[in-house]
């Protein structure tokens, strides 16, 4: 690995460690290998979102050419965001892109990321299913964001509607995820899921 | 990419660190406006991928980047480091400033440059001495130069190859120019006239070769020399270099049966007196005579001047 890029996150790794968000628990960072190339990240759900209460696992590559080009980064926890693909937990952020810049660091770009979990760009969205129900349900989709939250981010709020109708999904034999993503997309008609499972 | 952090004595301030490697300033440039400063090797390869500033994005081209303020400099200038060959045994810490000199000199270098004393003379980086074997590198060293030495010569076959080739191209086109020559009349005119070309500009060339002279008294003129006068004369002129080609018309031209009707008598020479201070003449070393050549006196009229020109012999009075 370039000494540039080594450098850079080591450095950026004990500014992490020292930073105020990680006193707050807001934002964490760990190494996965020791030569500095792949980190673990971890975000809390922002307060007054539908991800209150869940941390968001994260899985950060730095390439060769880092600061030039940004880091890789996945949401590793499935989410439910119209930004990030509730498949691949692949990110639609423009600082990931083409709007990256060498100044910025992982830190920046966790908070970066809580920031987009606050404020979503149905606009622009990676998860064309998840942006539509947003623009055409937007109360649908808190309330499915709060159970994936619930379900995978370890977040508080039990909707117990919700989960009975996995449940009975999962007694025909389908898959608990599969279920889940059938359910979600279909604003949670059981109907309409089982239909389209089973087609 | 700037000087590692951990080989500087004691904190370094924030304010000292490039935002892109996160070291410390290495031949710092800022942008314009926003003064945000980074290495130079830095913030050239950011723009060479995207022409912003990489903390707030604000545009910028190199040519845009300036020298960082005297006191950044001098804050840079007093940070202590240690040397790159630390880990090579080198002890020193020194002044920012004096790093790139002190490591010039380092010996601790492994890399610098020594003289084997163990017979082959040749400089070796320092690090490959204790492997170094002086006939195996004067071995390969005479390999090398023998390869050279056969791709010399085999340029050398090359060339003269060539050079033969060209030699019986050229000899080709002498034959079929001769051929023409003489089979056609309008190309032999246009070959003579060549010729007579070559050979005005080889006197106009050995004319500008000649000094000045200057006649004081026109009155010395020997207007019916000798033959042992004009013999004299001749030698010298074929010592000077004359063309052959004019010579003898030259000389023939030294006596007033030859020269044009303004000279040819006694009479008429002194009617042109006042002309004779016009005419550009040219030395003939250590000769009372001078050499009055048509190319340098196209300005003098035609009774006064012959081809190729005349030489004129004095009893005295020439400079």
């Known amino acids: 690995m370039a000494n540039i890029a080594a450098q850079r996150i080591k450095r950026e790794f004990k500014e992490v460690i020292k930073s105020e968000e990680v006193a707050k628990c807001a934002i964490k960072l760990e190494l996965v290998d020791n030569n500095y190339t792949e980190l673990k990240g971890e975000i809390a759900g922002p307060p007054d979102t539908p991800y209150e209460g869940g941390n968001f696992v994260l899985e950060i590559k730095v390439p060769e050419t880092y600061p030039f080009n940004p880091p890789k980064v996945r949401f590793i926890t499935k989410i439910w965001h119209p930004n990030i693909s509730s498949v691949t937990g692949a990110i639609c952020l423009d600082i990931l892109k083409d709007q990256w810049a060498a100044a910025m660091t992982l830190r920046t770009v966790l908070l970066s990321l809580q920031a987009l979990l606050s404020a979503a760009e149905p606009d622009d969205p990676q998860d064309a299913v998840v942006a539509r129900q947003y623009k055409e349900n937007l109360d649908m989709f808190k309330l499915t964001a709060r159970h994936w939250t619930n379900a995978y981010a370890g977040g508080p709020s039990v909707n117990s509607e919700c989960d009975d109708k996995i449940k009975r999904l999962v007694d025909m034999g389908i898959e608990e995820h599969q279920a889940r993503v059938a359910l979600s997309s279909y604003n949670w008609d059981l109907e309409r899921a089982t239909e389209q499972l089973f087609s | ?319």
């Not at chain 2, 480091?81 to 000199?101: E, F, K, M, W």
């Not at chain 2, 010996?107 to 020594?114: A, D, G, S, T, W």
């Not at chain 2, 050979?199 to 106009?204: A, F, I, K, L, T």
């Not at chain 2, 000769?287 to 300005?299: E, I, P, T």
């Open chain 2, 1 to 319: 990419m700037g000087f590692e952090i951990n080989r500087f004595q004691g904190d370094v301030d924030e304010e000292l660190i490039c935002p892109i490697c996160s070291a410390v300033l290495e031949d710092p440039l800022q942008a314009p406006e926003c003064e945000h400063v980074f290495c130079k090797a830095c913030i050239t390869q950011w723009i060479s991928r995207q022409p912003t500033c990489p903390v707030d994005r604000q545009n910028l081209t190199s040519a845009q980047l300036t020298q960082v303020p005297r006191i950044l400099r001098n804050l840079l200038a007093r940070l202590t480091i240690s040397c790159d060959n630390a880990q090579y045994g080198c002890t020193r810490v020194l002044n920012l400033d004096t790093l790139s000199t002190h490591l010039e000199e380092c010996e601790h270098n492994p890399k610098r440059p020594v003289l084997c004393e163990q017979g082959c003379a040749l400089v070796i980086p320092k690090d490959e001495l204790k492997d170094h074997n002086c006939i195996k590198e004067l071995r390969s060293l005479i390999t090398k130069q023998q390869q050279k030495m056969n791709e010399y010569q085999h340029e050398f076959h090359e060339l003269r190859f060539f050079i033969l080739e060209q030699r019986r191209e050229m000899q080709l086109l002498k034959d079929f120019m001769r051929a023409l020559k003489t089979s056609n009349p309008s190309m032999r005119a246009i070959a003579d006239a060549m010729d007579r070309d070559a050979q005005d500009r080889e006197v106009v060339r050995w004319s500008n070769s000649l000094q000045r002279a200057r006649v004081t008294r026109w009155g010395g003129m020997i207007s019916t020399p000798d033959d042992a006068l004009q013999r004299m004369i001749k030698r010298t002129l074929t010592e000077m270099g004359c063309p052959i080609h004019i010579l003898d018309d030259l000389m023939e031209n030294c006596h007033e049966c030859r020269w044009p009707p303004g000279l040819c008598s006694l009479e008429t020479r002194q009617n042109n007196r006042r002309q004779y201070e016009n005419y550009v003449c040219k030395r003939v070393p250590g000769k009372q005579a001078v050499l009055v050549l048509h190319c340098d006196n196209q300005h003098m009229g035609e009774d006064m001047m012959v081809e190729p020109g005349l030489v004129m012999i004095f009893a005295h009075g020439v400079e």
